[in-house]
């Protein structure tokens, strides 16, 4: 059962934008890291990028360093994914993740958290 709630995926052209959000119900302790990853048609699940909800640390997988941005919202308990410069690689089905507590293995370990979400469709038109 998702017990995040992930909004803004959809269809767009190769080059534009599109950002994600991620709602944490109060019931969920803290969080202390969210974090987005992604699932691409017969891919395994991969890390894009976390962010520390005290500090507002930020960490990126490679692909999507310089493109892809992550914040947060303390107040509104929402975890943003703003992604610029789209390509057709990109296309996936995105998850928000978090974690009430330190990740043992860091956090590009999916397994590591236990909070997920339903999983919202990006798709990137060439």
């Known amino acids: 059962q998702a017990q995040l709630v992930e909004s803004g995926g959809g269809l767009v052209q190769a080059g534009g934008s599109l950002t994600l959000s991620c709602a944490v119900p109060g019931r969920i302790a803290g969080p202390y890291i969210m974090s987005w990853f992604r699932q691409g048609p017969g891919t395994e699940r991969e890390f894009v990028a976390a962010?520390?909800?005290?500090?507002?640390?930020?960490v990126y997988a490679d692909s999507v360093k310089g493109r892809f941005a992550i914040s947060r919202h303390s107040a509104k308990r929402t975890v943003y994914l703003q992604m610029n410069g789209l390509k057709s690689e990109d296309t996936a089905v995105y998850y928000c993740?978090?974690?009430?507590?330190?990740?043992?293995?860091?956090?590009?370990?999916?397994?590591?958290?236990?909070?997920w979400g339903q999983g919202t469709q990006v798709t990137i038109s060439s």
């Open positions: 993740a978090g974690s009430s507590i330190p990740l043992r293995d860091g956090v590009r370990e999916a397994s590591d958290y236990r909070y």
């Open positions: 962010i520390s909800w005290a500090a507002g640390s930020t």
